[in-house]
T-cell receptor, first 117, second 112 residues
Framework: GAVVSQHPSRVICKSGTSVKIECRSL??????MFWYRQFPKQSLMLMAT?????????EQGVEKDKFLINHASLTLSTLTVTSAHPEDSSFYIC?????????????FGPGTRLLVL | KQEVTQIPAALSVPEGENLVLNCSFT??????LQWFRQDPGKGLTSLLL?????REQTSGRLNASLDKSSGRSTLYIAASQPGDSATYLC???????????FGKGTTLSVSS
């Protein structure tokens, strides 16, 4: 089946630094990629939607200047958390949507655990 | 605004029991509904996908139903096993939307 990878799987950083998370669709072209954030015991909350080659659409309450999203190709999207603070510590999950076996489906990455000290 | 609610938030059962997880949503104009499994600290595994025109889907010991008119979906797990212990998330795609909207999940613990 289709696979979406994320790198890194875990990252610990100091407050004030920037962290980049990569999301790749390994065997299909992702026309749309989504970034979700999940706090402990909470549901996944959509942060932003990105289409290849265009600017991301951010959900209400998500700062676009803090969470930079680049969807440079049909197989790669990156989320950069700029000037990270402890409250940004969370589980970040990307999702890629594309055509596989003639059907449009959405696949999820394994997630990235971010801890900001 | 679409809201997805899952009840109960947590459930503990002995091995072998049949159980039902509930998901309700406020707007019946959905495109499809999915059930996912999430193990602690891990990503999501898709279990079942029900299109808006369907009433149920089955995979092994899992059966998911969808009743759009009442805004409800259930996930039935037969003969539960300790390996079923995980958080089960319900998510749906609105007809007008592009991204899945998730419930908070039900954390299931099956004891041997």
């Amino acid at each position: 089946g289709a696979v979406v990878s994320q790198h890194p799987s875990r990252v610990i950083c100091k407050s004030g630094t920037s962290v980049k998370i990569e999301c790749r669709s390994l065997d299909f072209q992702a026309t749309t990629m989504f970034w979700y954030r999940q706090f402990p015991k909470q549901s996944l909350m959509l942060m932003a939607t990105s289409n290849e080659g265009s600017k991301a659409t951010y959900e209400q309450g998500v700062e676009k200047d803090k969470f930079l999203i680049n969807h440079a190709s049909l197989t790669l999207s990156t989320l950069t958390v700029t000037s990270a603070h402890p409250e940004d510590s969370s589980f970040y999950i990307c999702s890629a949507r594309g055509q596989t076996s003639g059907q449009e489906t959405q696949y999820f990455g394994p997630g990235t655990r971010l801890l900001v000290l | 605004k679409q809201e997805v609610t899952q009840i109960p938030a947590a459930l503990s059962v002995p091995e072998g029991e049949n159980l039902v997880l509930n998901c309700s949503f406020t707007d019946s104009a959905i495109y499809n509904l999915q059930w996912f499994r999430q193990d602690p600290g891990k990503g999501l595994t898709s279990l079942l996908l029900i299109q808006s025109s369907q009433r149920e889907q089955t995979s092994g010991r899992l059966n998911a139903s969808l009743d759009k008119s009442s805004g409800r979906s259930t996930l039935y797990i037969a003969a539960s096993q300790p390996g079923d212990s995980a958080t089960y998330l319900c998510a749906l795609l609105n007809q007008a939307g592009t991204a899945l909207i998730f419930g908070k999940g039900t954390t299931l613990s099956v004891s041997s």
